[in-house]
């Protein structure tokens, strides 16, 4: 069975400050990897995702990832948080062993201003 | 505007009672998902399906039920028999299984209180 860890729970962060939230998987087949975003009061929406190719993903707002295939990872960064960043953030997984998203338990990030 | 409506935003529902939350796509979108989430506890697959009349367990299906008999429409039924209801419902679609290099697009949630 596939499953996601996200290690961080919940991060605080001042305005500037550099952005790194852990998302490690387990899965034995190929995976699509997916970050998702949810702010206050507002859908879950999609950050990025890697299906293939170049491991390192640009997604919306700045944020990027990178898939390490040999760690089972896919960290999401940012270099430069905003307040506006203030959400919760989901890593999830799916294959072809598993025809929906696995999420992780979520990040909570807070930035103060 | 295309995308995905889940009715209603708030509900209320007394213990014992069977309870229907709706979800309605115009996406054209072939596969649709049932997911609970719980502080802490990220989001948990309850049911899904992909294509009309056909619809597989997740991993939290006990005390629920679904339906699909039209593409654009997904409920979801929170029986009694669900020992802790209390909690966010987000229902989700994609254009094809999300395995198949697809994204899923969210609703806005119904958040189900039993009192």
């Known amino acids: 069975a596939q499953s996601v860890s996200q290690h961080n729970h919940h991060v605080i962060l001042s305005e500037a400050a550099s952005l790194e939230l852990g998302c490690n998987y387990s899965?034995?087949?190929?995976?699509?990897l997916f970050w998702y975003v949810q702010y206050p009061g507002q859908h879950l929406q999609l950050l990025l995702k890697y299906f293939s190719g170049d491991p390192l993903v640009k997604g919306i707002k700045g944020f990027e990832a990178e898939f390490i295939k040999s760690k089972f990872s896919f960290n999401l960064r940012k270099p430069s948080v905003q307040w506006s960043d203030t959400a919760e953030y989901f890593c999830a997984v799916s294959g072809t062993g598993r025809r929906a998203l696995t999420f992780g338990s979520g990040t909570r990030l807070q930035v103060q201003p | 505007d295309g995308g995905i409506t889940q009715s209603p935003k708030y509900l209320f529902r007394k213990e014992g009672q069977n309870v229907t939350l709706s979800c309605e796509q115009n996406l054209n979108h072939d596969a649709m998902y049932w997911y609970r989430q719980d502080p802490g506890q990220g989001l948990r697959l309850i049911y899904y399906s992909q294509i009309v009349n056909d619809f597989q367990k997740g991993d939290i299906a006990e005390g629920y039920s679904v339906s699909r008999e039209k593409k654009e429409s997904f409920p979801l039924t929170v029986t009694s028999a669900q020992k802790n209801p209390t909690a966010f419902y987000l229902c989700a679609s994609s254009i094809e299984f999300v395995g198949s290099y697809t994204e899923a697009f969210f609703g806005q949630g119904t958040r189900l209180t039993v009192v």
């Open positions: 899965y034995g087949g190929t995976v699509n």
